[in-house]
């Protein structure tokens, strides 16, 4: 989905370039998709990476286009740093980091005329997407820091 719609971003504004890291089953699948939309040298299937963390920072947007997730910690990771996110809202996990208009955007899963309009919609309106990306953050960095988790583990341990 991610693909096709990026190809649909690509009608609305040219200067674009979309990466997906990771490796599976689905690379060939992925691989022939890119060359029936033309889209070589626009679409990388950059493979995987143990090195994301001076990665992620190079990039300007972060999308995850799951069908379903566990705690995704790419999405994480990726508001950490403060990226503007888009998410498809799986079962578990991206709504319980995004709060849709707030602090990223999520999307129903498979609906890739909403994920076009998300990506233009970031695209086009920086200054949302870099609050998008402050937001998220602050939002993970209050929830999730190593002092936050270890007081949450510590009620934990305590409450047993």
Known sequence: ???????????????????IYGEGS??????????????????LLSGR????????????????SSDAEGMPN?????????????STNCPTGPADLIEDGVNGLLIS????EALVSAIIRLVSNVDE?????????????????AKKSAIILKQFIDSI
Request: glycine share 4%.
């Open 49 to 64: 990476t143990d090195n994301m963390a001076s990665i992620l920072p190079q990039f300007d947007l972060f999308v995850l």
């Open 26 to 43: 689905l690379y060939s699948e992925l691989n022939e998709i890119i060359i029936s939309l033309n889209l070589q040298g626009k679409v």
């Open 109 to 112: 899963v498979g609906d890739k």
């Open 129 to 145: 997407a870099i609050l998008f990306g402050k937001k998220a953050r602050k939002d993970i960095i209050d929830r999730f820091s």
């Open 1 to 19: 989905m991610l693909i096709k719609a990026f190809y649909e971003v690509l009608q609305y504004e040219k200067d674009l370039q979309l990466n």
């Open 74 to 86: 790419s999405l994480m990771e990726a508001m950490a740093i403060g990226l503007p996110c888009i």
